[in-house]
Nanobody, 119 residues
Framework: VHLVESGGGLVQAGESLRLSCAAS????????MGWYRQVPGKQRELVAT???????NYSDSVKGRFAISRDNAKNTVYLQMNSLKPEDTAVYYC??????????????WGQGTQVTVSS
């Protein structure tokens, strides 16, 4: 599975951005997908996830401001980010999970896209 993110950039506080992540390869085996973010010196943290059936989960820090969605026909997951804050500044990574019969869960990651929010 190959994941390619797009949509990052530099915005001012209060503005919006939409991230996209297109999956290719063994997309029929993908279960949950999600977005994580990381700042230098800190661990990667969960932002939002969505199951193949559409069930979503958000971190408390983005709940009510961000929305994750998914188009299974296009093998694409989106992250709509509204009311952005400087503390949302990070590299955002797309994630896809496949549960293999033998090895179990395996996580695939995109290359990351930078989101910078200025105050």
């Amino acid at each position: 599975v190959h994941l390619v993110e797009s949509g990052g950039g530099l915005v001012q506080a209060g503005e919006s951005l939409r991230l996209s992540c297109a999956a290719s390869g063994r997309t029929d085996s993908i279960g949950a997908m999600g977005w994580y973010r990381q700042v230098p010196g800190k661990q990667r943290e969960l932002v939002a996830t969505i199951t193949s059936g559409g069930t979503t989960n958000y971190s408390d820090s983005v709940k009510g401001r961000f929305a994750i969605s998914r188009d299974n026909a296009k093998n694409t997951v989106y992250l709509q980010m509204n009311s952005l804050k400087p503390e949302d500044t990070a590299v955002y990574y797309c994630n896809a999970v496949i549960k293999y019969r033998v090895v179990g869960r395996f996580d695939y990651w995109g290359q990351g896209t930078q989101v910078t929010v200025s105050s």
